[in-house]
């Protein structure tokens, strides 16, 4: 029984050590017991396995202590590339909605366009203001001033 356990421990074990356990196994021949050989490489080995076992938990551990460092700044990224999407979004409605006054002097079409722009963004949240107010102080091709505020 033991002498299949021997040779079955023989096969798993990785081809690097099997040399050194050949060597072993000649050296105890005559001096130790299958018994006694087997009892000591299962000593060996176990104390191998406690190790790696060891290392595993241990970077289980680091991990469970990065990961939520990691995580949060994931997100803090992700929360700033969303800042200047929206900043990037309302400048470019003011934009337009000041080329359209400019062109039409018509407030009703900038504030359509300035919506259709900013149809991503909550409405009650965005407010504005446009400089010169009335289309009868102002005529076609007047600068005008359209500023946005996102709260």
């Known amino acids: 029984m033991w002498e299949k356990l021997v040779k079955r421990i023989k096969k798993i074990y990785s081809l690097n050590n099997l040399n050194s356990l050949k060597y072993e196994t000649k050296r105890l021949k005559g001096s130790l017991t299958t018994k006694k050989f ?17 290392q595993n938990g241990q970077a289980t551990l680091e991990f469970a202590l990065v990961i939520p460092v990691v995580i949060m700044v994931i997100l803090a990224v992700s929360q700033f590339g969303y800042i200047v999407y929206v900043e990037n979004l309302i400048q470019q409605a003011s934009r337009e909605g000041a080329r359209v006054i400019s062109t039409t002097n018509s407030n009703e079409k900038a504030y359509h366009t300035i919506g259709i722009l900013c149809s991503n963004l909550n409405k009650e949240s965005l407010d504005t203001f446009v400089f010169p107010q009335s289309p009868s102080s102002r005529n076609v091709g007047d600068l005008v001033t359209v500023q946005l505020t996102y709260r």
């Open 38 to 54: 087997l009892k000591r490489f299962l000593r060996k080995f176990l104390r191998k396995n406690a190790f790696y076992s060891f």
